[in-house]
């Protein structure tokens, strides 16, 4: 039982689009489509970005989408803004009743 | 306005104990699961404990069991979290977060702002 795998930092530029990856095994992504993503600016709490693995929450922009193959989720950012700089953090069910959801170790976006 | 408000932190020895509460308005609290998630200074996000709407389930994460305990109060739209026999590895932002499945997102929500825990002596 351990955390998600997800890239330490990603960067693009505005306007472009990127992609962060986030690994589980076949007890927590691979077997449940609760997957979701929050994104945390500097000394905020998270907020939630995606849900079930690809749906967005009202009021969230559909420049931000997910998806999943196998035992790996990805959260995907299309044109790049500023705001867009914060941290993100992947989580999954994972079922167990002292392992019942399991986060990501998170990945620093940086907008050059 | 849907809103949860943490309280109750603050700084305790290595063996003391604290209780966070966790303050809910603008939804009906008592049909909604709740969790506690946590963050160490400079490090992600960890789960912590979950209830059920009714209080009647209730899990924790390896590393508090049998030292923390979750309870709720639906009449007082309340959630807390007893913190026993503390280290300094729990020192953490604690976080208490709304589990939106009787809404339709199976996911954390809402999330309260924090409240900081730190063990020291």
């Known amino acids: 039982q351990s955390a998600l795998t997800q890239p330490a930092s990603v960067s693009g530029s505005p306007g472009q689009s990127i992609t962060i990856s986030c690994t589980g095994t076949?007890?927590?992504?691979?077997?449940?489509?609760?997957v979701s993503w929050y994104q945390q600016h500097p000394g905020k709490a998270p907020k939630l970005m995606i849900y079930?693995?690809?749906k967005r929450p009202s009021g969230v922009s559909n420049r931000f989408s997910g998806s999943k193959s196998g035992n790996t989720a990805s959260l995907t950012i299309s044109g790049l803004q500023a705001e867009d700089e914060a941290d993100y953090y992947c989580c999954s069910y994972a079922g167990s009743s002292t392992f019942l959801w399991v986060f990501g170790g998170g990945t620093k976006l940086t907008v050059l | 306005e849907v809103q949860l408000v943490e309280s109750g932190g603050g700084l305790v020895q290595p063996g003391g104990s604290l209780r966070l509460s966790c303050a809910a308005s603008?939804?009906?609290?008592?049909?909604?699961?709740m969790n506690w998630v946590r963050q160490a200074p400079g490090k992600g996000l960890e789960w912590v404990s979950y209830i059920s709407s009714s209080g009647s389930t209730i899990y924790y994460a390896d590393s508090v069991k049998g030292r923390f305990t979750i309870s709720r109060d639906n009449a007082k739209n309340s959630l807390y979290l007893q913190m026993n026999s503390l280290r300094a590895e729990d020192t953490a932002v604690y976080y208490c977060?709304?589990?939106?499945?009787?809404?339709?997102?199976?996911?954390?929500?809402?999330w309260g702002q924090g409240t900081m825990v730190t063990v020291s002596s």
């Open positions: 079930e693995v690809s």
């Open positions: 603008g939804f009906t609290f008592s049909s909604y699961e």
């Open positions: 977060a709304r589990d939106g499945a009787a809404a339709g997102d199976d996911a954390f929500d809402i």
């Open positions: 076949s007890s927590d992504v691979g077997s449940y489509n609760l």
